[in-house]
């Protein structure tokens, strides 16, 4: 079967196709093209799971483009790595496709979305299978175009369709670092393939200045891919798109991607000890700031994006701190519950009619049983608590942070864990416990007339200006109740299945690298590489982590069930600090004012450069020409012919010329 | 025949004119239909041709010399061939034309007269192609300046006499420098050789200049006067900065089948002449100015985008694009590396479709909204999803997206300019790097763009527009497919450009 892999992307790309040209004809039916071409391409890669657990890699190429002696191949390889990654994105995307099902049912552009989920999933898993760096560029290059799709799918609404292009053009700066990158590393290796680039580094072809910057290039494609600091801001913008698509790409696979990036061409990041200290520094930068974010956010889907960009800083962490096993267990293992999180978050938005802010939720525990379990499953999870799956792999982070970095990466994530337990806990009370504060008043943007008029009302997921606002005091008022909505409940077997998936595996992910059992998923990673002794921590450190977890609970559930501390106790605190996380820190602003005006300022300086001084001396040269033309004639054609003979004329002169002159010299 | 086979295609077009000329003008029907035929048997005659060329032969193909006139000293050849750089120029002309003639269906005006000045163009084009002989390389590159010039000034817009005006005489100015400068070439030439020879032929002249008999009329001074002049004459054409300023005018009032032609073709005869004529003949002193292309061909990535960015018209957009674009072929041919000339020469031919395309639709949507202003466009996807799709499909494959043709050729000249020799360009990386900046920049102005006109809440204006008709989807569906087609798979092209691409990168030794 491992011969046929390449059958994985072309099943969801037969889908693509069919729905790109028969799409309007399905409908609704559309959702089915979809599903069951992930069932394929799931149930394939769990048997080419299998055969390469023993088995060797697998590798096909076909020339792809020629120049001088050169030649660029394409193809399919499947290793240890890209095995597990198989089975992580087949299976979340399979989830999702069934939760959309039911979720994205109302819209009548539902052919459109499952298309678009099909060319992702060909694209991501493309990037996956790829053999070589370049390949893997242009899956990367198509994933960001899906996810532009998903995020602005919904492109009537103005926000969608900015953050639809912050999305794309915030990562094509990371992605112009990783070609450059990957440029460099062609002309010093005559190759795009991993086992190139690999020896060349290993035997010292490359040198070390060199190895630096490819590895930094290529390390800031991570960066924006992967949103970590400083190009993160796209990322919870991203939450404009449908929340599937939010589970799928913006959690689960390809916001991983940066991850598996550094984790692919980590003997070149070995290689250099600089490389390795900013990827560890960033990592743990971005995992804090995050986090630090999560803390105040109110939009429910705001929070999992910043948590999202949080618990990819801790997987940088870990690979710069030589956590290679570490960094992808902790990828695979947040893949299953951040998607659960998502989808969990998804049930809710759809439960509570579109509305995404916490402070309208609440009390759904009751309502919503099979949601409230699972994401309770998936906060856990994500908080660490033993023995779900995030308990293991953040452990690991954990060990390799302080035995390979140093006290201040290993103090930044213990403070990061601590509050990823407490915002997610946070988001779980105002939720699920106390008393539902949505039933009283709609939607506030429903009587938004763009969204009446378009046809969007049945569909737009509210976005929550409020969280960009910097006055919590203009929480909207209770409107006239006329609530035509019933209260919340449980949605179908669509929605709760993925869900009971996700949270299976939330408990369970972690198992497959269990300490007493001998590390096996590190065994399989590592087979045949050669990256050095794996970091374990102590038994203490373990008990560390729980107590931190722990206590990152205990203190959401007195400020947000308990109410032994107001809600609004730091905020009181510090007002200064809450208004600088609720504004994200300004890096918007700073953005604009830095990069784009400027840049715009510029464009329209040249470009009044460019009509008035360029432009005004051929223009002066015209104006006498066409003048002196018009005495000729006064229709173009006379014109014409004018330019004609002169210009025969002209080369006839110059010849006689220069044969003249010829004479003259000879 | 199958010897004659260019000349036939070049000619064909012409007498296709001819026949146009003698159908009465009421038969606005048949004359589109004509037009048509002839152009797509241009087309086939050009695939024939693309069939039967040979990929591993380096040297030219399909090659005819016959005497035209000469006067004791001065010989005239009607000498033409084909290579590895001019069959896929070929191949892209007939094309475009083609579908072009298919895009101009709605015009109503002047009708017999457009199309017989488009085929008469074609004829230009393609000539200026295959021609060897300098001379008859000129006839047949003027023969192009006189139809563009009228399709601009009578089926153009409102500013259309202006625009042909300054395109006239801006590209007039570059083919009277091109004209002095093949004198010289010629003179000196002849000199060279002691006057015991004379030819206007460029194969015939690289030799010459290459092994000169009397090396010493041949000075450094002399050469590097002769290249940078024929340089100004094909950068006008491209255009590189600081004269480009033409092309905006001419663009924006252009129909949009001459526009498609314009940016299609027109613009790829510069890059096509540079590579010819500039890096054919004089190839040492293309070395020597290496950085100064380099350079040029970055300002020209940087300015173009820039002003791109700033843009209010959807068309003059486009056309600043295609002047950061041309920065890339530049940008290629001066790295001298085998991956830069191809990623210099599949530009030329990526553009072509993509460009080609972005002015289609820029024009299917001015036809019906009758504006091409970018604030008063917007919601495009709600009113007109098919045409706003591909559209969208236009920008991704400007922007470079990989599985589209534009990536092939940006990633194949960064591979060229990082790799150039040091010797050749001192400051290669940076430039590299300065120039990479572009590909932000052209993300943002057409994703701007995009989000301006294709995204947003639909206008009430728009609501009920008619979507792409049947006879659109001839231009759109083709040069859509054919610019995934060697962005999916460049080896078609590759595999034909190579051994030529080899053969000029081994002139200077590299």
């Known amino acids: 079967m491992i011969q046929n892999a390449w059958l994985i992307p072309v099943f969801p790309l037969i889908a693509f196709l069919i729905l790109l040209f028969f799409g309007r004809f399905l409908k609704e039916k559309a959702s089915y093209v979809g599903i069951a071409a992930l069932a394929l391409s799931f149930i394939v890669s769990v048997l080419v799971l299998f055969e390469r657990i023993g088995g060797e890699t697998y590798k096909f190429v076909i020339e792809w483009i020629t120049f001088g002696e050169s030649a660029i191949t394409m193809g399919y390889e499947v290793t240890a790595l890209n095995a597990m990654m198989l089975i992580v994105v087949t299976l979340v995307s399979l989830v999702v496709h069934i939760f959309s099902r039911e979720y994205m049912h109302d819209d009548n552009r539902i052919h459109v979305f499952y298309s678009y989920l099909g060319l992702f999933s060909f694209s991501m898993l493309g990037l996956v299978l790829a053999p070589n760096v370049l390949q893997l560029f242009i899956f990367w290059e198509l994933v960001g175009l899906c996810s532009f799709l998903l995020v602005g799918f919904?492109?009537?609404?103005?926000?969608?369709?900015?953050?639809?292009?912050?999305?794309?053009?915030?990562?094509?700066?990371?992605?112009?670092?990783?070609?450059?990158?990957?440029?460099?590393?062609?002309?010093?290796?005559?190759?795009?393939?991993?086992?190139?680039?690999?020896?060349?580094?290993?035997?010292g072809l490359i040198n070390d200045t060199l190895i630096t910057a490819t590895a930094l290039l290529i390390f800031l494609g991570a960066v924006g891919k992967s949103a970590q600091f400083p190009l993160h801001v796209w990322l919870p913008d991203a939450m404009e798109g449908p929340t599937p698509v939010s589970a799928l790409?913006?959690?689960?696979?390809?916001?991983?991607?940066?991850?598996?990036?550094?984790?692919?061409?980590?003997?070149?990041?070995?290689?250099?000890?600089?490389?390795?200290?900013?990827?560890?520094?960033?990592?743990?930068?971005?995992?804090?700031?995050?986090?630090?974010?999560?803390?105040?956010?109110?939009?429910?889907?705001?929070?999992l994006a910043y948590s999202t960009i949080s618990q990819l800083g801790f997987m940088i962490l870990a690979l710069g701190t030589a956590?290679?096993?570490?960094?992808?267990?902790?990828?695979?293992?947040?893949?299953?519950?951040?998607?659960?999180?998502?989808?969990?978050?998804?049930?809710?938005?759809?439960?509570?009619?579109?509305?995404?802010?916490?402070?309208?939720?609440?009390?759904?525990?009751?309502?919503?049983?099979?949601?409230?379990?699972t994401f309770l499953i998936g906060a856990l999870a994500i908080a660490g608590v033993f023995p779900l799956a995030g308990f293991w792999s953040k452990e690991e982070i954990l060990a390799s942070a302080l035995l390979n970095g140093d006290g201040f990466l290993f103090a930044i994530a213990l403070i990061t864990a601590f509050m990823t337990a407490f915002y997610m806990f946070r988001l779980f009370f105002k939720t699920f416990t106390g008393e539902y504060r949505g039933g009283d008043h709609d939607d506030p943007h429903a009587d938004d007339p763009q969204v009446d008029a378009y046809g969007a009302a049945d569909v737009a997921e509210a976005d929550n200006p409020r969280d960009d606002s910097m006055d919590k005091e203009a929480h909207v008022p209770p409107a006239e109740d006329h609530d035509h909505?019933?209260?919340?409940?449980?949605?179908?077997?669509?929605?709760?299945?993925?869900?009971?998936?996700?949270?299976?595996l939330a408990v369970v992910a972690g198992l497959v690298n269990l300490p007493f059992m001998g590390h096996p998923l590190e065994g399989f990673l590592t087979e045949g590489l050669n990256l050095g002794a794996q970091p374990h921590g102590a038994l203490w450190l373990a008990i560390l982590?729980?107590?931190?977890?722990?206590?990152?609970?205990?203190?959401?559930?007195?400020?947000?069930?308990?109410?032994?501390?107001?809600?609004?106790?730091?905020?009181?605190?510090?007002?200064?600090?809450?208004?600088?996380?609720?504004?994200?820190?300004?890096?918007?602003e700073i953005y604009t004012a830095v990069f784009v005006r400027p840049t715009v300022a510029i464009g329209r300086f040249f470009w009044e450069m460019d009509k008035s001084i360029v432009d005004g001396i051929v223009n002066l040269i015209g104006r006498s020409t066409s003048s002196t033309g018009r005495s000729f004639g006064r229709r173009h054609n006379g014109q014409l012919q004018t330019y004609g003979l002169v210009s025969i004329l002209g080369g006839i002169v110059v010849i006689a010329l220069a044969f003249v002159l010829r004479g003259y010299f000879g | 025949m199958m010897g004659n086979l260019l000349t036939w295609l070049v000619f064909v077009p012409l007498i296709g004119a001819a026949l146009i000329l003698t159908i009465p003008r009421e038969n606005v029907n048949v004359i589109r239909s004509l037009a048509a035929i002839v152009s797509g048997s241009a087309l086939v005659l050009s695939l024939i041709i693309w069939g039967g060329f040979d990929r591993g032969v380096s040297g030219m193909q399909f090659e005819t010399v016959a005497p035209w006139f000469d006067i004791g000293f001065l010989q005239i050849n009607y000498e033409i061939g084909i290579d590895g750089l001019s069959m896929p120029l070929l191949v892209l002309t007939t094309i475009v034309t083609t579908l072009s003639i298919f895009a101009s269906f709605s015009i109503v005006k002047r009708v017999k007269e457009f199309?017989?000045?488009?085929?008469?163009?074609?004829?230009?084009?393609?000539?200026?192609?295959?021609?060897?002989?300098?001379?008859?390389?000129?006839?047949?590159?003027?023969?192009?300046?006189?139809?563009?010039?009228?399709?601009?000034?009578?089926?153009?817009?409102?500013?259309?006499?202006?625009?042909?005006?300054?395109?006239?005489?801006?590209?007039?100015?570059?083919?009277?420098?091109?004209f002095i400068t093949f004198i010289a070439m010629f003179v000196k030439g002849a000199e060279a050789m002691n006057f015991q020879e004379t030819s206007f032929s460029m194969i015939r002249l690289a030799e010459i200049y290459a092994n000169p008999a009397n090396p010493e009329v041949l000075t450094g001074a002399l050469k590097g006067g002769l290249f940078l002049a024929l340089f100004v004459a094909f950068a006008i054409k491209l255009p590189v900065f600081p004269f480009h300023t033409w092309l905006p005018n001419a663009h924006v009032e252009a129909p949009t089948a001459a526009s498609m032609i314009l940016a299609g073709v027109l613009l790829k005869m510069g890059g096509y002449g540079l590579i010819r004529v500039g890096f054919g003949v004089l190839p040492d002193q293309a070395a020597r100015f290496a950085t100064l292309i380099a350079i040029l061909g970055v300002i020209n990535i940087i300015y173009g985008a820039l002003l791109a960015l700033v843009q209010t018209d959807l068309k003059s957009l486009v056309a600043y694009s295609s002047i950061s674009?041309?920065?890339?072929?530049?940008?290629?041919?001066?790295?001298?590396?085998?991956?830069?000339?191809?990623?210099?020469?599949?530009?030329?031919?990526?553009h072509g479709f993509i460009s080609a395309l972005l002015f289609f639709m820029v024009g299917a949507i001015y036809e019906r909204t009758k504006t091409r202003t970018i604030s008063e466009l917007g919601g495009l996807s709600k009113s007109v999803p098919i045409l706003a799709g591909f559209m969208l499909a236009a920008a991704m494959a400007s922007v470079g997206l990989p599985g589209?043709?534009?990536?092939?050729?940006?990633?194949?000249?960064?591979?060229?300019?990082?790799?150039?020799?040091?010797?050749?360009?001192?400051?290669?990386?940076?430039?590299?790097?300065?120039?990479?900046?572009?590909?932000?920049?052209?993300?943002?102005?057409?994703?701007w763009a995009m989000q301006r006109t294709t995204f947003g809440p639909m206008k009430e204006k728009y609501v009920g527009l008619p979507d792409a008709r049947p006879m659109e989807y001839v231009p759109m569906v083709g040069l859509l497919v054919l610019s995934i087609a060697i962005g999916v798979y460049p080896h078609l092209l590759s595999d034909v450009i190579n051994t030529t691409v080899i053969d000029i990168v081994s002139k200077i030794g590299g």
């Open chain 2, 404 to 447: 589209l043709s534009g990536f092939v050729s940006e990633l194949l000249a960064f591979i060229g300019i990082f790799g150039a020799s040091a010797d050749l360009i001192p400051a290669a990386y940076t430039i590299g790097v300065i120039g990479a900046i572009g590909i932000i920049l052209t993300a943002a102005y057409l994703l």
């Open chain 1, 545 to 588: 982590s729980l107590v931190v977890a722990g206590s990152g609970i205990a203190l959401a559930w007195a400020m947000y069930y308990k109410g032994a501390i107001a809600e609004d106790f730091f905020a009181k605190k510090a007002p200064g600090v809450h208004n600088l996380l609720l504004n994200k820190y300004y890096l918007d």
């Open chain 1, 323 to 373: 956590g290679y096993v570490a960094g992808l267990f902790h990828l695979m293992t947040h893949a299953f519950f951040k998607a659960l999180l998502f989808l969990g978050a998804g049930s809710v938005i759809f439960a509570v009619h579109h509305r995404q802010d916490i402070r309208d939720m609440g009390g759904l525990w009751s309502k919503m049983k099979i949601t409230s379990v």
């Open chain 1, 485 to 504: 909505h019933h209260s919340p409940e449980e949605n179908s077997g669509f929605m709760t299945l993925p869900l009971i998936v996700l949270a299976s």
């Open chain 1, 249 to 303: 790409i913006h959690a689960a696979t390809m916001v991983a991607a940066g991850v598996y990036l550094v984790g692919v061409m980590y003997p070149l990041f070995l290689a250099s000890s600089t490389a390795m200290t900013v990827v560890a520094y960033t990592g743990a930068i971005t995992a804090f700031f995050a986090a630090t974010m999560a803390l105040v956010m109110t939009d429910i889907k705001r929070v």
């Open chain 1, 154 to 203: 919904w492109y009537f609404k103005p926000e969608a369709a900015a953050a639809a292009k912050k999305a794309f053009l915030t990562t094509r700066i990371g992605d112009v670092g990783l070609l450059l990158g990957l440029v460099i590393l062609f002309n010093q290796t005559g190759s795009f393939d991993y086992g190139v680039i690999y020896a060349a580094v290993e035997n």
């Open chain 2, 325 to 350: 674009h041309m920065g890339i072929v530049l940008l290629g041919v001066a790295s001298f590396t085998t991956a830069g000339m191809q990623g210099a020469i599949f530009q030329l031919v990526s």
């Open chain 2, 115 to 178: 199309y017989v000045w488009t085929l008469v163009l074609l004829t230009g084009m393609l000539g200026v192609f295959v021609a060897l002989d300098m001379f008859l390389f000129f006839l047949f590159f003027e023969l192009t300046l006189i139809p563009m010039f009228f399709l601009i000034g009578i089926w153009g817009g409102k500013m259309r006499e202006y625009a042909s005006f300054k395109f006239l005489i801006y590209t007039g100015l570059g083919s009277a420098i091109m």
